[in-house]
């Protein structure tokens, strides 16, 4: 029970769904080369070990063996994804801002990190007009596949050149800095799963976009029920090996 105990601190924190062999089929072509399936693909694998552990009639012997699967595979997943990610440093993702928003951006958001910590693709930009406190909260940097999907919400970070982090009442011409959230190559792979890694492998570019308008809306639906239909296709995989 105790090398059971000990080996379970370290992989609950993974939450992914599917097996190490259907991340395999994640394109590793796109603009974050194989980051996204390996993400995928030692998350899997952590679940399964964590599966295994949690089963009953389980040997000390066994427990034994289940612990050093799980640290091997963990040394392997924080090398592979050391090296993974350290090629994505400094890659320039195209970025695009909805029409009327009212802002410019200079350029590409570069992929930046630091350590073992979240990939960010970052860039700069200028408000083009006077800008609310509503106008700021309503803001979304909307991560696009090669569908023109979005690939999720668009999390993310906008703080003012000056050092200010809210750009609330600001006016136009007030330059900035943007972070955008790339949900892919985390070491702890936290609820990451096969789905999102292949909806990532992807990714084409940012598009900024204000929330409340239709075309943000009409992204959303269309997200969802991309969801909802992995969902139940996953289902259907599960029915179907009973």
Same mark, same amino acid.
């Given at each position: 029970?105790?090398?059971?105990?000990?080996?379970?601190?370290?992989?609950?924190?993974?939450?992914?769904?599917?097996?190490?062999?259907?991340?395999?089929?994640?394109?590793?072509?796109?603009?974050?080369?194989?980051?996204?399936?390996?993400?995928?693909?030692?998350?899997?694998?952590?679940?399964?070990?964590?599966?295994?552990?949690?089963?009953?009639?389980?040997?000390?012997?066994?427990?034994?063996?289940?612990?050093?699967?799980?640290?091997?595979?963990?040394?392997?997943?924080?090398?592979?994804?050391?090296?993974?990610?350290?090629?994505?440093?400094?890659?320039?993702?195209?970025?695009?801002?909805?029409?009327?928003?009212?802002?410019?951006?200079?350029?590409?958001?570069?992929?930046?990190?630091?350590?073992?910590?979240?990939?960010?693709?970052?860039?700069?930009?200028?408000?083009?007009?006077?800008?609310?406190?509503?106008?700021?909260?309503?803001?979304?940097?909307?991560?696009?596949?090669?569908?023109?999907?979005?690939?999720?919400?668009?999390?993310?970070?906008?703080?003012?050149?000056?050092?200010?982090?809210?750009?609330?009442?600001?006016?136009?011409?007030?330059?900035?800095?943007?972070?955008?959230?790339?949900?892919?190559?985390?070491? @702890?792979?936290?609820? &990451?799963?096969?789905? !999102?890694?292949?909806?990532?492998? #992807?990714? %084409?570019?940012? $598009?900024?976009?204000? *929330?409340? @308008?239709?075309?943000? &809306?009409?992204?959303? !639906?269309?997200?969802?029920?991309? #969801?909802? %239909?992995?969902? $139940?296709?996953?289902? *259907?995989?599960?029915?179907?090996? &009973?």
């Amino acid at each position: 029970m105790a090398m059971i105990a000990f080996a379970a601190v370290g992989i609950t924190s993974c939450g992914g769904s599917g097996s190490a062999d259907e991340a395999d089929e994640i394109p590793v072509d796109g603009l974050l080369g194989d980051v996204p399936m390996l993400t995928a693909k030692y998350c899997n694998k952590i679940v399964d070990l964590r599966n295994q552990l949690f089963s009953a009639g389980l040997t000390e012997e066994e427990a034994k063996k289940i612990n050093e699967e799980f640290k091997k595979t963990q040394e392997e997943r924080d090398a592979k994804l050391l090296l993974a990610r350290e090629a994505l440093k400094g890659k320039e993702i195209p970025v695009e801002v909805q029409n009327g928003y009212g802002v410019s951006v200079n350029g590409t958001l570069k992929i930046e990190f630091e350590g073992k910590g979240s990939i960010d693709a970052v860039g700069t930009g200028e408000l083009q007009k006077d800008f609310s406190n509503d106008d700021i909260l309503n803001r979304a940097v909307v991560p696009i596949d090669t569908d023109g999907k979005a690939i999720d919400k668009g999390y993310g970070l906008w703080y003012a050149e000056d050092g200010e982090t809210s750009l609330s009442n600001r006016k136009k011409g007030t330059k900035f800095v943007v972070k955008a959230f790339v949900s892919v190559g985390q070491f @702890s792979a936290n609820k &990451k799963n096969t789905n !999102e890694m292949k909806r990532w492998a #992807k990714l %084409a570019k940012f $598009i900024i976009m204000d *929330k409340s @308008s239709d075309e943000y &809306k009409k992204l959303m !639906e269309q997200l969802e029920a991309d #969801k909802k %239909a992995e969902e $139940i296709e996953a289902a *259907k995989k599960i029915v179907g090996e &009973k």
